[in-house]
């Protein structure tokens, strides 16, 4: 049972392109979490999907940022018009749960976003 | 809004020390998760506390959850090198996501 995969591990853009990041969560998992975390800090709170809705985005910037679950395939986090700020890791997580879920998030192992 | 507090942000100690590491939220929560993260690696889930009074241990390492105080404890015994990460509390409530705490960096030394 392969854990959940993010790809690409590691992202260069410049300024104004768009990175798109994908994360395949574990099999069996509907529940996906994208976090960012910015270096030498926590990891905060992005979205909550599950498959084709938006559970929550309080934590997503207004502009620029979407992320979609879509019935087929990965989650996709998509940034518009990169600035360097967006440079970070992002974490995307799955859980079989969710809702009132009280076991575990298991986490990717990031993709690295560097913004030039 | 739940906010999530760790002490210390840093942490030096000599191999074969014991010491704690402290975890404060503000509101209440009914799920607590310590996680372990190497640099530039994934998290590691560590522990999982669901109830007041809840204890875990793996190894070297014990969380506590205590909801009345709002209070987390990672105790940490006999520390070794290979201890040295960052370790991070997060806490849930309902069906909110989890609000990370700002992580402790442990460094553990001859």
């Known amino acids: 049972n392969a854990g959940v995969m993010q790809n690409p591990r590691h992202l260069v853009r410049r300024r104004g392109q768009e990175a798109r990041l994908r994360c395949s969560p574990m099999?069996?998992?509907?529940?996906v979490y994208w976090y960012r975390q910015l270096p030498e800090e926590g990891l905060k709170f992005m979205v909550y999907?599950?498959?084709?809705?938006?559970?929550?985005e309080s934590g997503m910037p207004k502009e620029r940022f979407s992320a979609e679950f879509p019935k087929e395939g990965p989650s996709i986090l998509r940034i518009q018009q990169v600035v360097r700020g967006d440079s970070a890791a992002y974490f995307c997580?799955?859980?079989?749960?969710?809702?009132?879920?009280?076991?575990?998030?298991?986490f990717g192992e990031g993709s690295r976003l560097t913004v030039l | 809004e739940l906010k999530v507090e760790q002490n210390p942000l840093f942490l030096s100690m000599q191999e074969g020390k014991n010491y704690t590491i402290y975890c404060n939220y503000s509101?209440?929560?009914?799920?607590l998760y310590w996680y372990r993260q190497d640099p530039g690696k994934s998290l590691e889930s560590l522990f999982v506390?669901?109830?007041?009074?809840a204890v875990k241990q793996e190894g070297r390492l014990m969380a506590s959850l205590d909801t009345k105080a709002r209070l987390s404890t990672l105790h940490i015994t006999a520390a070794v090198h290979d201890l040295s990460a960052t370790y991070f509390c997060?806490?849930?409530?309902?069906?909110?996501?989890?609000?990370f705490g700002t992580g402790t960096r442990l460094q553990v030394f001859p």
């Open positions: 997580a799955s859980s079989l749960l969710g809702q009132l879920n009280t076991g575990e998030l298991f």
């Open positions: 997060a806490v849930g409530r309902n069906t909110d996501k989890l609000i």
């Open positions: 506390l669901l109830s007041n009074g």
């Open positions: 099999k069996g998992h509907s529940h």
């Open positions: 509101t209440t929560s009914d799920r």
């Open positions: 999907l599950q498959k084709e809705n938006i559970i929550d």
